[in-house]
C-alpha cells in the first residue's frame, strides 16, 4: 500500500507508542512477579490487563492504516542513579526499601506516558490525522492518567505502611534477640 506523507508520520508515532506499551508489559509483568505489597501487586496487575488493551488498541489502528505492528521495545524513562550510589541502593536495600523505590518508578513511568500520549495526541491533530487513531490515543491516555493518579495519591501511604512495618519488625525482632539474652544469662 502507497502511504502518502501523514500516513507515514502517523504511523511511526503509533508505532513508537506501542514500542512503549511494549516495554510496559514488561516492566509491569516483572515488577508484580517482585512486588511484596498485596495492594500494589493487584493495582500492577490491573494495569497491566489495561496495557495489553492499549496494545490491541495501537495494533489494530496501525493495521486499520496499513500499517505493521512493532515488536521493539522502546525504553521508559526510569532515572539512573550514579554507579557509586546503585550499588548501595542495590545491595542495601531492604525488600520493603526496594518496593518504595520502585513504586516511585512507576509513577514516574506512568507520568512520562502520560506526557508522550498528550504530545503524540497534539502532533496527530496537528496533522489532521485520523480521527480513529486520535481517538484511540485518548482511550490509552485516560488509563495512563488513572493509574498515575492513583500512584501520585495513594504511593505515600503505602510507603508509610511498609515503612512502619520494617520498624515494628525490626523492634520484634531485637525484643526477641534481648529475651534470649536474658534467659541464658540470667
Ligand atoms: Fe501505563
Known amino acids: 500500500m502507497m502511504h502518502d506523507k501523514n500516513t507515514i508520520i502517523t504511523l511511526a508515532g503509533l508505532n513508537l507508542a506501542l514500542s ?7 516492566r509491569l ?22 496495557t495489553k488493551e492499549q496494545q490491541a488498541r495501537l495494533r489494530e489502528t496501525i493495521k486499520s492504516l496499513g500499517g505493521e505492528p512493532i515488536t521493539e521495545m522502546g525504553r521508559l524513562p526510569i532515572p539512573e542513579p550514579p554507579q557509586s550510589l ?11 526499601e526496594s518496593e518504595v523505590w520502585e513504586s516511585l518508578n512507576d509513577l514516574i513511568i506512568e507520568k512520562a506516558e502520560t506526557i508522550m500520549y498528550k504530545g503524540g495526541i497534539q502532533a496527530l491533530e496537528l ?15 485516560k488509563e495512563e492518567e488513572a493509574f498515575a493518579n492513583w500512584l501520585e495519591k495513594n504511593n505515600p501511604r503505602i510507603a508509610k505502611r511498609l515503612m512502619t512495618k520494617q520498624l515494628e519488625e525490626k523492634k520484634k525482632k531485637q525484643k526477641r534477640e534481648e529475651s534470649v539474652t536474658a534467659s541464658t544469662t540470667g
Open 20 to 26: 512503549y506499551e511494549n516495554a510496559g508489559v514488561d
Open 29 to 50: 509483568e516483572k515488577r508484580s512477579s517482585e512486588s511484596i505489597d498485596p495492594e500494589v501487586k493487584e493495582r500492577l496487575d490491573r494495569h497491566l490487563a489495561q
Open 86 to 96: 546503585k550499588a548501595m541502593i542495590e545491595s542495601g536495600s531492604t525488600p520493603n
Open 127 to 141: 496533522l489532521e490525522a485520523d480521527k480513529k487513531a486520535i481517538k484511540n490515543l485518548e482511550k490509552n491516555l
